[in-house]
């Protein structure tokens, strides 16, 4: 059999460890388009003789080994570091508290260490106390969100004081639209199994940490950026085109596909794997059926602002490594980090670097406001909790528009009517990234490598 030719729509990290593992294992010969001129899709990482900031992720948990794989693959993995521990804090009513220890995403496994936190009012300790006698939620079997199931069992003071931003956060949604089964199904597994989330959680040692003794995050001390374009140097020559913004692929007789991009190239290909958002990879097929799957898969918008400042500028009586917001305040930033405390390695000189993130679900519009507005309206916000003797010698703002996916209520079923789409009508052709089946960089690398494999099958 003639070797397979391979179109990869996009050049982040899904893309890339989709051509990694076919470069390393299969006899395919790969191009990846990028519309870019740079590769790592929403991996963007700014770095200076005495700074490294990142633009979007800025790391990855530790258990999850398929990203720490890639990057030993690539050669980095001298420069694998782990974050510092520290205290970390939920904004309320404009005061921090500190985020209870002994929890499983706000959950506690420790309900009587967990009832000493100022988080929440005696009524609202006593609704997650009446977790433990609550029947099931009466789901049928029907997708519930995370703000309706949590909310039943644990009452609306945790989640919006607890829940909601430490979930939230990880997706960037809204935890009333999110989907329970495409984000925790085990959750619903704890209640099916034990009647009780608690009553799971606080059983099963491995679902019952103790206080962290150490990170369970890792990142590179070049930044995350530079893992990205390592790979490319382990790929081909010429294999991956930038600036080369891929605007339709078309099924031709034979199930082979025509590419082709703004610039006017064009190639014929057995196979492609496309990396972009579910509506932007459906749009390139031109088919109705496609694009009515792929309709209600939504990215929202986003930005993170990197703030730096000279030594002692900050007057900050809370030690620690950041904080999130909980929902229903006024706040435009959504969390902070003090990212100089949690990753040392990012500010090498007497200076203090701290990320913080604004746009929410159903009110993005500060995304589009001027650097300076953005800017202007963060430090009014960390204004509530430290004190600055001078302004910000410099600030990086960076725009991920429609770019945050949203798992809503019902995203399993529509990727099932999605992939039976791709089967029935684009053989061979294949959807791939953080808007199908997890958002971290991990769950990329296993999307990425998986597609890959089913790609190399068909050669042998």
Same mark, same amino acid.
């Given at each position: 059999m003639t070797n397979r030719r391979v179109a990869i729509i996009g050049a982040g990290i899904t893309g890339l460890s989709a051509a990694l593992w076919l470069e390393d294992h299969s006899d395919v010969t790969y191009t990846v388009y990028e519309a870019n001129d740079r590769v790592g899709g929403k991996v963007v990482t700014y770095s200076s003789e005495d700074l490294v900031v990142e633009g979007g992720a800025d790391s990855y948990l530790e258990r999850k080994e398929s990203m720490t794989h890639f990057i030993e693959r690539v050669g980095l993995k001298s420069e694998?570091?782990?974050?510092?521990?520290?205290?970390?804090?939920?904004?309320?009513?404009?005061?921090?508290?500190?985020? %209870?220890?002994?929890?499983?995403?706000?959950? %506690?496994?420790?309900?009587?260490?967990?009832?000493?936190?100022?988080?929440?009012?005696?009524?609202?300790?006593?609704?997650?106390?009446?977790?433990?006698?609550? %029947?099931?939620?009466?789901?049928?079997?029907?997708?519930? $969100?995370?703000?309706?199931?949590?909310?039943?069992?644990?009452?609306?003071?945790?989640?919006?004081?607890?829940?909601? %931003?430490?979930?939230?956060?990880?997706?960037?949604?809204?935890?009333?639209?999110? $989907?329970?089964?495409?984000?925790?199904?085990?959750?619903?597994?704890?209640?099916?199994?034990?009647? $009780?989330?608690?009553?799971?959680v606080e059983k099963d040692p491995s679902k019952n940490p103790a206080v962290a003794k150490q990170g369970m995050f890792l990142t590179v001390t070049s930044g995350l950026q530079t893992v990205l374009e390592a790979a490319v140097k382990q790929l081909k020559e010429n294999t991956v085109l930038l600036n080369e913004q891929v605007n339709n692929i078309s099924r031709l007789n034979d199930n082979s596909y025509q590419v082709k991009t703004i610039s006017g190239h064009t190639e014929t290909y057995d196979d492609v794997l496309i990396t972009l958002t579910p509506k932007k990879a459906a749009m390139l097929l031109n088919n109705n059926r496609l694009n009515q799957a792929a309709e209600n898969m939504i990215s929202t918008s986003c930005a993170t602002v990197a703030l730096v400042f000279p030594e002692g500028s900050i007057k900050n009586n809370y030690e620690g490594t950041g904080f999130v917001v909980a929902r229903g305040g006024k706040e435009t930033i959504t969390a902070c980090t003090w990212t100089d405390v949690k990753w040392p390695h990012t500010s090498k000189g007497n200076q203090t670097l701290l990320r913080a993130y604004v746009g929410r679900p159903d009110d993005s519009a500060i995304v589009d406001r001027a650097d300076k507005d953005i800017v202007k309206a963060v430090l009014q916000d960390l204004k509530q909790v430290m004190s600055f003797v001078d302004g910000p010698s410099s600030y990086k703002v960076t725009r991920w528009k429609e770019a945050m996916p949203q798992y809503k209520v019902g995203h399993v079923e529509r990727l099932t009517r999605l992939r039976e789409v791709l089967i029935e009508e684009f053989p061979h052709l294949y959807m791939a990234g953080a808007g199908f089946e997890g958002v971290g960089l991990p769950d990329c690398v296993n999307q990425g490598v998986a597609y890959a494999k089913k790609i190399a099958k068909k050669t042998t």
């Open positions: 694998l570091v782990r974050n510092e521990v520290g205290q970390a804090y939920i904004l309320k009513d404009g005061e921090l508290h500190p985020n %209870p220890k002994r929890t499983v995403l706000g959950i %506690p496994t420790d309900l009587e260490e967990f009832l000493n936190t100022e988080l929440l009012s005696k009524q609202g300790k006593e609704e997650v106390q009446n977790e433990y006698t609550k %029947p099931a939620y009466n789901r049928g079997d029907k997708d519930v $969100s995370l703000g309706h199931f949590f909310e039943y069992r644990f009452g609306k003071e945790m989640v919006q004081s607890l829940i909601e %931003p430490l979930l939230g956060g990880i997706y960037g949604g809204n935890v009333y639209e999110m $989907s329970m089964e495409a984000t925790f199904p085990h959750f619903l597994e704890y209640e099916k199994e034990k009647g $009780s989330i608690l009553r799971a």
